[in-house]
């Protein structure tokens, strides 16, 4: 576990109590993966939208459909992606063998969520094959994990089965929002956004030992006084394309930097908190109207000196 604990930003502050918590037992599927590559090979990796709608999606779990409605679209565009980039789908299949790593850390993460959360739910984790969109989501069958996304995502992390494991942590987080079961509300602003992403990086970190968009660590260093004043002028507004769902961007440029400003955000709070198992909850359960409050309390102001 290479990874698992030299992220571990804030040391020390995993919950007192916490072999007294429930220890839920992970629930990893990876047969979605199985069928994809049974139709993959057969077609020797050019396989066709009948192909996939047969031996795929439609013998599929009810987590890939769901995965299929919110994030691959239709056969058709599964089949465009795999033909557009054939070495995503074959270097995939090579990282299932970090999936052991992964299911041995589970249940620390998920003990540790327990007793940070204690109203957490615990769906299954399915591991599917997507079309090189989405690394991890929530659907109502579960968390979702996009094999091929996350395989390829060494900028996250060197370490494959910490990589799963971290996004797992995040999205486990979000399975617990309020404000990741629904559309953002109208008149939804940066700040609350970037809580909502932050608020589960900070679940990751303090889960599973460090937070899934591991590269922001590097990437941002030296440009920290600039991100969170230009952040500070757009916190209230709700414009966030240039803050979130962007793209991981280049180190001269990261995308989705509301991820990383808004863990900053929530890690002020929480580390202020005289209650961290109240502010967890607090930070879980952020809306628009508690953005602001979260910040006022958390006592975060950007760097000076830029």
Not at 147 to 168: N, P, S, W, Y
């Amino acid at each position: 576990m290479s990874g698992a604990r030299s992220g571990l930003v804030v040391a020390g502050l995993l919950v007192a109590g916490l072999a007294h918590a429930a220890a839920p037992v992970p629930d990893v599927r990876i047969d979605d993966v199985g069928r994809f590559y049974r139709v993959y090979d057969k077609s020797h990796g050019h396989p066709s939208a009948g192909q996939l709608q047969a031996g795929y999606f439609d013998a599929g779990s009810e987590a890939l459909r769901s995965f299929v409605d919110a994030r691959i679209g239709n056969a058709t565009k599964l089949a465009d992606a795999i033909a557009k980039r054939p070495p995503v789908y074959e270097q995939a299949r090579s990282c299932l063998a970090a999936l052991s790593d992964t299911k041995a850390q589970l249940p620390g993460v998920y003990m540790r969520m327990a007793a940070l959360y204690p109203a957490s739910t615990f769906p299954p984790v399915t591991f599917v094959i997507g079309r090189d969109s989405t690394g991890g989501t929530t659907t109502p069958d579960g968390i979702v994990i996009g094999l091929e996304k996350m395989c390829q995502a060494t900028v996250m992390g060197a370490d494959a089965g910490d990589r799963f494991a971290h996004i797992i942590a995040h999205e486990l987080a979000h399975v617990q929002q309020p404000a990741s079961q629904a559309d953002a509300p109208p008149g939804a602003t940066l700040l609350f956004q970037a809580l909502v992403e932050g608020g589960a990086e900070l679940v990751a970190e303090l889960t599973s030992g460090d937070v899934s968009y591991g590269q922001m660590k590097t990437w941002t260093r030296g440009k920290e006084c600039a991100i969170e004043h230009d952040f500070q002028k757009d916190a209230l507004g709700t414009d966030t394309s240039r803050w979130l769902y962007n793209g991981f961007g280049t180190p001269e440029k990261p995308g989705d930097l509301a991820y990383w400003v808004g863990y900053r955000i929530a890690r002020a709070y929480y580390l202020r908190a005289t209650d961290r198992k109240a502010a967890i909850a607090t930070l879980i359960n952020v809306d628009n109207a508690s953005a602001p409050t979260i910040l006022k309390d958390g006592g975060w102001q950007p760097q000076t000196g830029c």
